[in-house]
T-cell receptor, first 112, second 110 residues
Framework: NAGVTQTPKFQVLKTGQSMTLQCAQD?????MYWYRQDPGMGLRLIYY???????DKGEVPNGYNVSRLNKREFSLRLESAAPSQTSVYFC???????????FGPGTRLTVT | QQPVQSPQAVILREGEDAVINCSSS?????VHWYRQKHGEAPVFLMI?????EQKGHEKISASFNEKKQQSSLYLTASQLSYSGTYFC???????????FGQGTELSVKP
């Protein structure tokens, strides 16, 4: 089992460019999450999907969109990147509410 | 609203004990604890559920005071491998939506 995989591992964008971060899990989990991590801020939830076919906003959704493509895959799109979106992005998955979440290795994104 | 963790950082010698606290202003359904080593992804340690059920790590314990909306993580006889940043995540019964604290950096020295 690969667990949770994320691509790419690193990315540099220029202001205004768009990109999609990919996440996939092979643990048959219902719920998937996208977080961003900035120094001193902990992990902040961007969007989550409690089950296939549903998505909902987290704490910091502005500037992002998500797609739950199927049970395995949950993508995060930046339509017009801004320097404030420079961060480490983690995808996570879990069986359901009140169960542990498994995190992917992260994507380090720099917007110049 | 983000839960507040204390202390922000702690340095221990191997074998010493530590307590990390997590406090929320909202009613909680569950509290999750994770540890993150530098440059790596967070790893699950423990969940404490409303009603007292606890699931998780065998060498680290925790408590959950529902009335005070607080949780504490207890690390006893610390080992070098305990070093990292500890995060609590609180959930108010909203389908697994976790709000994480800002983290507590723990360093264990030989």
């Amino acid at each position: 089992n690969a667990g949770v995989t994320q691509t790419p591992k690193f990315q540099v964008l220029k202001t205004g460019q768009s990109m999609t971060l990919q996440c996939a899990q092979d643990m048959n989990h219902n719920s998937m999450y996208w977080y961003r991590q900035d120094p001193g801020m902990g992990l902040r939830l961007i969007y989550y999907s409690a089950s296939e076919g549903t998505t909902d906003k987290g704490e910091v959704p502005n500037g992002y969109n998500v797609s739950r493509l199927n049970k395995r895959e949950f993508s995060l799109r930046l339509e017009s990147a801004a320097p404030s979106q420079t961060s480490v992005y983690f995808c996570a998955s879990g069986h359901q509410a009140a169960y542990e979440q498994y995190f992917g290795p992260g994507t380090r994104l720099t917007v110049t | 609203q983000q839960p507040v963790q204390s202390p922000q950082a702690v340095i221990l010698r191997e074998g010493e004990d530590a307590v990390i606290n997590c406090s929320s202003s909202k009613a909680l359904y569950s509290v999750h604890w994770y540890r993150q080593k530098h440059g790596e992804a967070p790893v699950f340690l423990m969940i404490l559920l409303k009603g007292g059920e606890q699931k998780g790590h065998e060498k680290i314990s925790a408590s959950f005071n529902e009335k005070k909306q607080q949780s504490s993580l207890y690390l006893t006889a610390s080992q070098l491998s305990y070093s990292g940043t500890y995060f609590c995540g609180t959930e108010g019964g909203q389908g697994g939506k976790l709000i994480f604290g800002q983290g507590t950096e723990l360093s264990v020295k030989p």
